[in-house]
């Protein structure tokens, strides 16, 4: 038994860990998901075709390309923006306009994360996201026409800022938020690539700090959009929501390290790509500071090769030391640091939002359970 786990087996970084069938499961509020596809079909990509019309091929390009990739993962992570908006803004504030700009910089924040995951499959050599083919094996001129996509998507998003939010008070810090987001994304994706050669997997500094640029900062700024769209701009609160939002980011990644080996593939459309690639992650980190130096050794024998048999040898690595407890055990030890930081807000709207988030992410109750032993897909 695991003394006092917080939170149940229900929240959403939690089911991976009890080989849950349906790892994808929507935030209790986020309802009203047949809005957010109707304002990203029906708005974004004929206002973004729009904007290119005039260069040949590229309004259709556009539709294709931002259609496919939108959202390029779970659409239910990113309810934040609305989640924070719906919670801190006025009842009198909540028109009809004012929630579909809402969703609009729900879909504005898909988008800006699809353009780097398209990137990322690149520096990856990745053939699935999320089950489907990525975008450069399927578009027109391949991977190096699908690297300019991205520019072009950018620019799309600051068009429809400025179409849509040039009058609004937030206006400028919002496109702070998209132009940090890309800047981080950028630091962190090239701290990554520049790590695989790196074969110390216990350099926890080297992880934490492309980590921090990658995951923390790129999806701390996402509910910000929600709190500027609100008209809070008061500078202490975003910083601290931010802060707090950032500890979810991580979190994401630290559950998709540990997903890539024990989720199967048609639950997570992942494809062992960390494994393949020599990647370092929070499994490796973790497992090394474990490990005996027999199974250490072993380890770096079998880690980062395209042989299943060696793969697969990786993940009895990591049954041996009990790997999942230790991703429970993190977890539980972050929510603590987590509930600590929402306590210290001043605004009451914003708490209840980062607490609403985080319990969708954990469960919502201090529960023990047993922890099954996980049986390899």
Not at 318 to 328: H, N, Q, S, T
């Amino acid at each position: 038994m695991i003394p006092k786990t917080l939170g149940n087996f229900t929240g959403y970084v939690l089911r991976i860990a009890l080989n849950k069938k349906h790892v994808n499961v929507r935030h209790k509020l986020d309802t009203d998901i047949g809005k957010y596809y109707q304002t990203l079909n029906d708005v974004v990509i004929p206002e973004c075709m729009e904007f290119v019309k005039d260069a040949q091929g590229l309004p259709q390009r556009m539709k294709e390309c931002i259609g496919y990739t939108t959202p390029y993962c779970y659409e239910g992570w990113n309810f934040c923006v609305e989640l924070l908006y719906k919670t801190v803004a006025d009842k009198p504030h909540q028109t009809e306009e004012n929630l579909k700009k809402m969703r609009i910089l729900r879909v504005l924040s898909d988008m800006s994360h699809s353009m780097h995951f398209i990137l990322d499959d690149y520096a990856d050599k990745a053939e699935f996201r999320q089950g489907k083919k990525i975008w450069a094996s399927i578009c027109e001129g391949g991977q190096e026409a699908a690297i300019y996509d991205t520019f072009t998507v950018n620019y799309l998003i600051n068009c429809m800022l400025q179409r849509h939010f040039r009058n609004d008070p937030g206006f400028t810090k919002m496109c702070e938020m998209f132009s940090w987001v890309n800047g981080n994304s950028g630091i962190g994706q090239v701290l990554d690539i520049l790590d695989h050669k790196n074969s110390d997997f216990s350099d926890y500094a080297s992880w934490k700090n492309k980590v921090e640029y990658k995951s923390r900062n790129t999806m701390c700024a996402f509910p910000v959009l929600g709190l500027l769209h609100a008209g809070l701009t008061c500078n202490d609160l975003i910083h601290k929501t931010m802060d707090i939002f950032g500890d979810y980011g991580l979190m994401f990644q630290v559950w998709n390290d540990f997903m890539d080996f024990y989720s199967v593939q048609e639950e997570s459309g992942k494809g062992n790509y960390d494994c393949k690639n020599n990647v370092k992650t929070w499994a490796t980190i973790t497992a090394m500071s474990h490990f005996n130096p027999a199974q250490a050794k072993e380890f770096r024998d079998c880690y980062g090769t395209n042989d299943p048999a060696k793969r697969s040898r990786v993940r009895e690595l990591f049954d041996e030391i009990d790997l999942p407890r230790k991703y429970l055990d993190y977890l539980r030890n972050i929510r603590v640091t987590v509930e600590k930081k929402i306590s210290e807000l001043s605004d009451a709207r914003v708490r209840d939002a980062s607490t609403s988030y985080l319990e969708w992410l954990h469960g919502n109750g201090h529960h023990d359970v047993e922890l099954e032993i996980l049986k390899a897909p």
